[in-house]
Every structure is written in C-alpha cells, then in structure tokens.
Nanobody
Framework: VQLQASGGGSVQAGDSLRLSCAAS????????MGWYRQASGKQRELVAL???????NYADSVKGRFTIPRDDAKNTVYLQMNSLKPEDTAVYYC?????????WGQGTLVTVSS
C-alpha cells in the first residue's frame, strides 16, 4: 500500500484544516485507515481511525473537533480538523492497516499559532 498525504500548513488557533491521504496498491475499501501525529519531542499518537466498515474512533483530545471521513470511490481518507489549538501542532501521518500489516505515508506538518 502506498499512501500520499497532503494538506498540512500553518494556521491560527480556531481555524480549520483538512488533510488528505490517497492510497493505492490495495482495494481501499478493505483497509482500516488512521491518522497519527507526532509533536516535537513526543511519541507518535493516534488521532483518529476509521475501519473498513466506516466505524470511527478518536483520541479524547480531538473528540468533537476532528472527523475522519473516507471516500472509497476516491481511495482517500481525510482528517477534517476544526477549532485547531496550538497543542495540535505536529507532523501528521496517514496509516493503513490490513491483516496485521501497517503502512505509513510521509508526514505532513500542521502548525497552529496562538
């Protein structure tokens, strides 16, 4: 599975941003997809994930602000980030999970200034 993430940038607190991750190499609808992030000096953490069946889960820190829609027709998963906070600043990584195997895209940097 190849993953191509895009959409990062620099925004102000309270702004919105949408990340995209395009997948290829597997039937996209069979993949569980996730977004992780890694802030400077911290470990990578799960932000949100969505199963092949469409069930989504979120880290407590982003519940109510982020959503993870997927478009199987476009082989793409998104991370819609609203009400961004400075603590959301991190490199965001797209992940695909398929039968015990994890695939990672390149990171995309999100910087939120106060």
């Amino acid at each position: 599975v190849q993953l191509q993430a895009s959409g990062g940038g620099s925004v102000q607190a309270g702004d919105s941003l949408r990340l995209s991750c395009a997948a290829s190499g597997r039937t996209f609808s069979s993949l569980s997809m996730g977004w992780y992030r890694q802030a400077s000096g911290k470990q990578r953490e799960l932000v949100a994930l969505i199963t092949s069946g469409g069930s989504a889960n979120y880290a407590d820190s982003v519940k109510g602000r982020f959503t993870i829609p997927r478009d199987d027709a476009k082989n793409t998963v998104y991370l819609q980030m609203n009400s961004l906070k400075p603590e959301d600043t991190a490199v965001y990584y797209c992940n695909a999970y398929y039968y015990g195997l994890n695939y990672w895209g390149q990171g995309t940097l999100v910087t939120v200034s106060s």
